[in-house]
Every structure is written in structure tokens, then in C-alpha cells.
């Protein structure tokens, strides 16, 4: 075989889109689903409203707002619709004028019923001005797994990346008026990519790629509240997390020429999370009623390329391109007794997928989030909170070219062309424990 063809065989269009493709969660690949009390406002009350143990994750520095031992249990199920039509998918075939329709079906919901997230939450009051505490959960993710026969195989078919992230936290009342928080992110990261890949002959089977890789490195964040009654501002910040995985590259079933190029060897890909930043406002600290809004920005220009770089082999690089984005949260809540709470609130989150660089891999479109809830307070130890929300995801076009075996006799063109509509409906569950 030439030998260029076979240098290049493997630099296949890797479609690496490692972002989230659920509709219900923040944009990109951050997972914001760590309380079901902020699930219930929409998000309005991240920084300030430190009224449980999830504080932990969204501002620390509010665990000066929480008495004695408390502890909490979230978990959330996401129930996701996602749909991908075909709107005249093609790709190339070397030495011919023309390009060939790529066949298939719809590749069904990519989302298994229901995505469950799960976090935990734990705080203690050391003394007048120090508190400590831990967050258990999983900020960022994606599980999205097309059919067999996807007419957008050549973009993607499987994407699975896990995070655990485990957060010791500390906080400290400066005074009566003004306290600080800090935490470490440890993180722990599991990847795995797949996608079909053409061969030249249309006629013979697809190859495949899968790549696979896992590491764990640390972040941090760091927060502050100033609350002057009625009003409480909270300011949080949290750090990107550079992560190196290191995994395997495995590319099988290329035929005819191309044969020699199948491969399977050790490779490593950088990854890093976004920056985020994160100001709330709450108004009614003393009273029955409270008023949230937060305002949220995301560095996702950080994420400009997927640079994969297998053992003996080129690096295999995808461009992302993301740009940086807001979201920005209303919502309020208002004490029927002692007992019960009600709330709700609203959420507008911009996706950080340009339309260039939009891919089945990650159907993101820009959120509107309707949520509702409620806490009834079984006694003076235990705590059970339930909320709901509906996303309304953005339809969205895709139109992206990628070219397996560039700079050879054998580059191939893939042109995916969907339409990517999607909504989300999800139910949240926290058990709450003070002591």
C-alpha cells in the first residue's frame, strides 16, 4: 500500500465532540443537576441562597448559613427526547465525480430512560466562624448511544464520558456580615468515543474507531457571600480541571488498501473543563417570600480542538471552536408554613456549539427551563424536597463536513445534514438530615 495512505489512514475525522448532547443540562458538557432545590427555582439561587448542604457545590462559602451536622441526598432523573433527521447526508468516493447519499435510519433516542445523577452533601459547623464540609456528584458527562445503521454514523454512534468529582470544602465567617469558602475538585474522568468510518469501496462494511481513555487530576473554586439583611450577593468561581487521558485508540474493519491501517495502541488526549463563574442575588432573607437571580458565564473558548495522539501515529485533531456563554436564572419561593415551601423559577442557558462546528455527536441548542418544587419538613431532623422541570431545547441545524484520510489518494468526504430537535422533562428527589 502507499505508504502516505497508510501514514494517513488513521487521521480519520474523529467527530471528538467530547461535550454533553443531554438537552436538559447546562451547555456543553457541565452537568448542573447537583440540588433539587435549585432544580425547583431553575438555578436562580447557586451562590446565595444557602439553604443546604449543596451549597458545598455551588458556593461554599453558604455553609456559614447552615447550623450544627447537615447532611443531603440528591438524585435526578433526566427523562430526554432527542431526534435526528436526515437531511441529506453524503460522502465521497475517491476517483469519482460525484458523492453517494449515506443510507440509515434515524438513529432513535440516543438517550437511555431515565439518565440518573446522583450527588451527596455533608456540612459541619466546627465552631462560631469555621465550617467544613464534602461534595460527592458528577459535574460534567455524557451518555449518548445511536442505533445500529445512524445515517450519522461517520460523525458518531457512542459517547460515554463519566466524572466523579469528590469536593472537601472549608469555610470561614470573616464577620457577622461576610463569609469565605474554598473547596479542591478532585476529579476523576472516564472517556469513551466511537464512530463509524467509511471505506472506500461504499459497498463493503463500515470500519470503526473507538477511543477510550481515564485520569484524575484536581481544581479548585473559591467563593464569598455578603449578606446584609434582607439581601444576601454571592460570588463563586470555579476552576478549569486540565486533564491528560490516557487510554487506547483502536481502529478495525478498514478493508481492501486500506486494511494495513487497522490498528489498536496506547494514546493520550488532553481534556479541560471550563472556567466558570457564577454571581446571585437573593432578596428576603428575613422574610417568608424570597426573590433569586443568578448570572452564570462559561469559558468554553478554552475548548477550541479534541487533539487525540495515538502511540507511532500523527495526532488526530477535531476542531470545536466553542465560544464562551451565559445562562441567566429568575425564580422564587415563598414559606406556606413552617413546614412547607413552594417555588419555582425560569432559566435561560446559550449553547457554546457554534453552527460551523454543531455535530449528532452533540445536538446542543439553546435552553428555556420552567421549573416547580417543594420542601416539606418532616420534623426538626429530616427533610424531603421534590421538583420538576421541563427544558425547551432550540431546534437546531447540522451541516458539517469532515474528511477521513485527508492529504491522501483515498480522503474521503462525509457531510452529515440533520435537523436536531429535543426537550427534557426532569424529576428531582433530595432527603435532607440536620443534627
Do not use: C
Not at 73 to 93: K, P
Not at 329 to 336: H, M, Q, R, S, T
Amino acid at each position: 500500500m502507499n505508504a502516505s495512505i497508510r501514514t494517513a489512514s488513521s487521521l480519520v475525522a474523529l467527530g471528538l465532540g467530547l461535550a454533553i448532547a443531554v438537552p436538559a443540562q447546562a451547555g456543553g458538557f457541565y452537568i448542573q443537576e447537583q440540588s433539587t432545590k435549585e432544580a425547583g427555582r431553575a438555578y436562580s439561587g447557586d451562590a446565595a441562597a444557602a439553604d443546604s448542604p449543596a451549597t458545598i457545590f455551588f458556593n461554599p462559602a453558604g455553609m456559614t448559613e447552615l447550623d450544627g451536622v447537615q447532611m443531603e441526598a440528591n438524585a435526578q432523573a433526566l427523562f430526554v427526547d432527542a431526534r435526528q433527521s436526515n437531511t441529506g447526508t453524503t460522502r465521497s468516493v475517491p476517483g469519482l465525480p460525484v458523492t453517494l447519499p449515506v443510507s440509515g435510519n434515524d438513529g432513535g433516542n440516543p438517550f437511555s430512560q431515565p439518565l440518573l445523577v446522583p450527588s451527596i452533601y455533608a456540612s459541619a459547623q466546627v465552631s462560631d466562624r469555621l465550617w467544613v464540609g464534602l461534595g460527592v456528584n458528577s459535574p460534567f458527562g455524557v451518555v449518548v448511544d445511536y442505533d445500529d445503521g445512524f445515517f450519522g454514523r461517520y460523525d458518531s454512534q457512542t459517547s460515554d464520558v463519566f466524572t466523579l468529582n469528590v469536593q472537601p470544602s472549608v469555610a470561614y465567617k470573616l464577620s457577622e456580615h461576610v463569609s469565605v469558602g474554598a473547596g479542591l475538585d478532585i476529579q476523576y474522568i472516564d472517556v469513551e468515543l466511537a464512530n463509524a468510518v467509511p471505506n472506500l469501496n461504499p459497498a463493503d462494511p463500515d470500519g470503526a474507531l473507538r477511543i477510550t481513555g481515564d485520569d484524575i487530576s484536581v481544581g479548585w473554586n473559591a467563593g464569598i457571600t455578603a449578606t446584609f439583611d434582607p439581601v444576601r450577593i454571592g460570588a463563586h468561581y470555579r476552576s478549569s480541571v486540565d486533564h491528560t487521558l490516557d487510554g487506547e485508540f483502536a481502529l478495525s474493519g478498514l478493508t481492501g488498501p486500506l486494511a494495513g491501517s487497522n490498528v489498536t495502541t496506547a494514546a493520550t488526549a488532553p481534556l479541560s473543563t471550563p472556567d466558570i463563574a457564577t454571581l446571585s442575588v437573593l432578596f428576603g432573607t428575613v422574610t417568608p417570600w424570597r426573590i433569586y437571580g443568578t448570572w452564570r458565564w462559561y469559558n468554553w473558548s478554552k475548548f477550541e480542538e479534541i487533539r487525540v495522539q495515538p502511540d507511532g501515529l500523527p495526532p488526530q485533531v477535531s476542531e470545536q471552536n466553542y465560544r464562551d456563554t451565559f445562562s441567566m436564572a429568575l425564580g422564587g419561593e415563598y414559606d406556606v408554613s413552617d413546614r412547607l415551601t413552594l417555588r419555582a423559577g425560569t432559566m435561560f442557558d446559550e449553547s457554546p456549539i457554534t453552527d460551523r462546528y454543531r455535530t449528532t455527536r452533540v445536538p446542543d441548542g439553546d435552553r428555556t427551563w420552567l421549573s416547580a418544587g417543594a420542601t416539606w419538613n418532616i420534623s426538626d431532623t429530616f427533610s424531603a424536597s421534590l421538583s420538576y422541570a421541563h427544558v425547551f431545547v432550540k431546534s437546531e441545524p447540522i451541516d458539517r463536513t469532515d474528511t477521513f484520510f485527508a492529504g491522501t489518494p483515498a480522503a474521503i468526504d462525509t457531510r452529515i445534514r440533520s435537523n436536531s430537535t429535543g426537550n427534557a422533562d426532569v424529576l428531582a428527589l433530595a432527603i435532607g438530615a440536620r443534627f
